[in-house]
C-alpha cells in the first residue's frame, strides 16, 4: 500500500504564491506518475499538473506560466510552486499517485487534499 500527504496548503491575497509537497511513503514496486488534482466548490475535478518519473511534466492551460511541478525522486515527494494566484485557483488540491504494485498491476492512491484559498 502507498500512502500519501499533502501539505503546504493555505490562504494568500491575488498575486501570492504558495508551495504544495506530496509525499508517497509506504511499499510499492515502482512509484509512476504524480499529479496533482483540483476540485473547487460546485466544480469537477480537474487535472492541474501531472509528472512522470523521468521528470516529463504537463500543466493545465489554465495554469501555465503561473504554476511549476517538479519532483525528487529520492523523496517520492512532487512539489507543485504556484505563482500569481488568482481566487479561481481556490480549491482542494488533491495528489494523485500512480504505483506499480508486485502484482504488478498499476494502482491509483489519492492524498485527503488540502485547501487553497486565493483573496482577491
Known amino acids: 500500500q502507498v500512502q500519501v500527504a499533502e501539505s503546504g496548503g493555505g490562504s494568500v491575497q491575488a498575486g501570492g504564491s504558495l508551495r504544495l509537497s506530496c509525499a508517497a511513503s509506504?511499499?510499492?514496486?515502482?512509484?509512476?506518475?504524480m499529479a496533482w488534482y483540483r476540485q473547487a466548490p460546485g466544480k469537477q475535478r480537474e487535472l492541474v499538473a501531472r509528472?512522470?518519473?523521468?521528470?516529463?511534466?504537463t500543466l493545465a492551460d489554465s495554469v501555465k506560466g503561473r504554476f511549476t511541478i517538479s519532483r525528487d525522486n529520492a523523496r517520492h515527494t512532487i512539489y507543485l510552486q504556484m505563482d500569481s494566484l488568482k481566487p479561481e485557483d481556490t480549491a482542494v488540491y488533491s495528489c494523485?499517485?500512480?504505483?506499480?504494485?508486485?502484482?504488478?498491476?498499476?494502482?491509483?492512491?489519492w492524498g485527503q487534499g488540502t485547501q487553497v484559498t486565493v483573496s482577491s
Open positions: 494523485n499517485v500512480e504505483a506499480e504494485q508486485w502484482d504488478l498491476h498499476e494502482y491509483q492512491y
Open positions: 509528472i512522470t518519473h523521468r521528470g516529463i511534466a
Open positions: 509506504g511499499s510499492a514496486y515502482h512509484i509512476n506518475d
